[in-house]
């Protein structure tokens, strides 16, 4: 049974810092591409940034770019998504999510398989 389970949110003023985790289990983990999504109230879900399976490859979306940095640690089955700078407009939930495909080489093109359960992070202006 795959698992995958976020942790990290919280509140923070803008301009602060959070950095969300992702631990996975369940699934032969360094075989994924794994990606951050998240979804305000009222909005779809928007894709943020993803990492290839071995942690060379990286894939931001353009409002988080030079704030936001996704890492993974394969011996802990975990990803990382620091955040620094955040925005009222980073206010979401947050959703870490493995790829359907193994050893996919495009990260945009990314089809997320198995989802967490979501961490909420709210910015105050």
């Known amino acids: 049974q795959v698992q995958l389970v976020e942790s990290g949110g919280g509140l923070v003023q803008a301009g602060g810092s959070l950095n969300l985790s992702c631990a996975a289990s369940?699934?032969?983990?360094?075989?994924?591409?794994i990606g951050w999504f998240r979804q305000a109230p009222g909005q779809g879900r928007e894709f943020v940034a993803a990492?290839?399976?071995?942690?060379?490859?990286?894939y931001y979306t353009d409002s988080v770019k030079g704030r936001f940095t996704i890492s993974r640690d394969n011996a802990k089955n975990t990803v990382y998504l620091q955040m620094n700078s955040l925005e009222p407009e980073d206010t979401a939930a947050y959703y870490c999510?493995?790829?359907?495909?193994?050893?996919?080489?495009?990260?945009?093109?990314?089809?997320?398989?198995?989802w967490g359960q979501g961490t909420q992070v709210t910015v105050s202006s």
């Open positions: 999510a493995a790829d359907s495909q193994v050893y996919r080489l495009n990260l945009r093109l990314m089809e997320p398989k198995f």
């Open positions: 990492v290839n399976w071995n942690g060379v490859s990286t």
């Open positions: 369940g699934l032969t983990f360094i075989s994924y591409n």
